[in-house]
């Protein structure tokens, strides 16, 4: 079966994202909208919906391979994706997760997977983990490695973490996730994913660093921007959905659903627009 390009309906190509072009429409009351994204087709229609960062995900285990967990992932599954999603994207900004096991045991060994993750097309990589990191996030920042921290449920360490559960719910949990931000902030982290954690800290360390664009996922809607795994927001993902997660393509009191591109527009939409998340379904 053969692939015919067709011609080409994508609109104007839109102004490359950059960290200070992001860090702008911050401080200009813009919200960010990350999707993941793991293949080339995906990433033009992600972009041409408008949404303004890209995340090739360890997820991908998950929603790709089929595993019940991140921790399978391996660095060359991540190169793999991540230079797909490249040769794919035009404008946004392009991050890729650091797998389990490839970058915890020194900062060399983080510097050395992210170089190869760099060399894939991204532009910036993210890992997972707090106070025990800031010499990783720091040694790859020095050397001109953006990066992007992730506190809250961190899913590579869902085993220890005891399961999928909200962090931070108490004064002391919320205490060590606004120090391991602050800290990770001042190791030249530029972007923090704060996952599964009660509103109010999504507030707290958002105003706590007013130089990191934080970005929510189960976090409230004071954060600088929402992410959310593509096949969440599609409907598609099997098993029960988080109740922060809402499927983009259900219409209320229509048996009609919207396609991918039209989903993909609410999503961007709802989220600039203080739509999404709704705080009353959050209730952490």
């Given at each position: 079966?053969?692939?015919?390009?067709?011609?080409?309906?994508?609109?104007?190509?839109?102004?490359?994202?950059?960290?200070?072009?992001?860090?702008?429409?911050?401080?200009?009351?813009?919200?960010?909208t990350m999707l993941t994204c793991y293949d080339?087709?995906?990433?033009?229609?992600?972009?041409?919906?408008?949404?303004?960062?890209?995340?090739?995900?360890?997820?991908l285990g998950n929603v790709i391979q089929g595993?019940?967990?991140?921790?399978?992932?391996?660095?060359?599954?991540?190169?793999?994706?991540?230079?797909?999603?490249?040769?794919?994207?035009?404008?946004?900004?392009?991050?890729?997760?650091?797998?389990?096991?490839?970058?915890?045991?020194?900062?060399?060994?983080?510097?050395?997977?992210?170089?190869?993750?760099?060399?894939?097309?991204?532009?910036?990589?993210?890992?997972?983990?707090?106070?025990?990191?800031?010499?990783?996030?720091?040694?790859?920042?020095?050397?001109?490695?953006?990066?992007?921290?992730?506190?809250?449920?961190?899913?590579?360490?869902?085993?220890?973490?005891?399961?999928?559960?909200?962090?931070?719910?108490?004064?002391?949990?919320?205490?060590?996730?606004?120090?391991?931000?602050?800290?990770?902030?001042?190791?030249?982290?530029?972007?923090?994913?704060?996952?599964?954690?009660?509103?109010?800290?999504?507030?707290?360390?958002?105003?706590?660093?007013?130089?990191?664009?934080?970005?929510?996922?189960?976090?409230?809607?004071?954060?600088?921007?929402?992410?959310?795994?593509?096949?969440?927001?599609?409907?598609?993902?099997?098993?029960?959905r988080p109740r922060f997660v809402r499927d983009?393509?259900?219409?209320?009191?229509?048996?009609?659903?919207?396609?991918?591109?039209?989903?993909?527009?609410?999503?961007?939409?709802?989220?600039?627009?203080?739509?999404?998340?709704?705080?009353?379904?959050?209730?952490?």
């Open positions: 079966m053969s692939v015919h390009p067709a011609e080409s309906t994508a609109p104007a190509a839109r102004q490359a994202m950059s960290l200070p072009r992001l860090r702008d429409l911050a401080a200009r009351g813009e919200k960010l080339a087709t995906f990433a033009r229609v992600l972009e041409d919906a408008g949404v303004e960062i890209l995340l090739v995900g360890d997820s595993d019940t967990s991140t921790v399978p992932v391996a660095l060359v599954d991540m190169e793999y994706h991540t230079r797909c999603v490249a040769r794919g994207k035009r404008s946004a900004w392009l991050v890729a997760d650091l797998p389990f096991g490839a970058y915890e045991r020194s900062p060399e060994q983080a510097f050395d997977s992210a170089v190869k993750l760099m060399r894939a097309g991204a532009q910036m990589v993210k890992l997972e983990g707090g106070g025990v990191l800031v010499d990783t996030v720091r040694f790859l920042t020095e050397r001109g490695i953006p990066v992007c921290a992730h506190l809250g449920l961190t899913p590579q360490r869902v085993h220890a973490l005891g399961g999928f559960r909200v962090q931070g719910r108490d004064d002391a949990g919320a205490a060590v996730l606004r120090a391991d931000a602050k800290a990770m902030a001042e190791a030249g982290a530029a972007m923090l994913v704060l996952e599964l954690v009660p509103s109010s800290v999504g507030r707290q360390i958002t105003e706590d660093n007013p130089g990191l664009l934080t970005i929510g996922i189960g976090a409230g809607a004071s954060t600088s921007g929402q992410v959310l795994v593509l096949h969440d927001l599609l409907g598609i993902t099997p098993g029960k983009f393509t259900h219409v209320p009191g229509s048996e009609v659903g919207l396609g991918i591109r039209d989903a993909v527009r609410t999503y961007v939409d709802d989220v600039k627009a203080l739509r999404f998340p709704d705080e009353s379904i959050h209730g952490f």
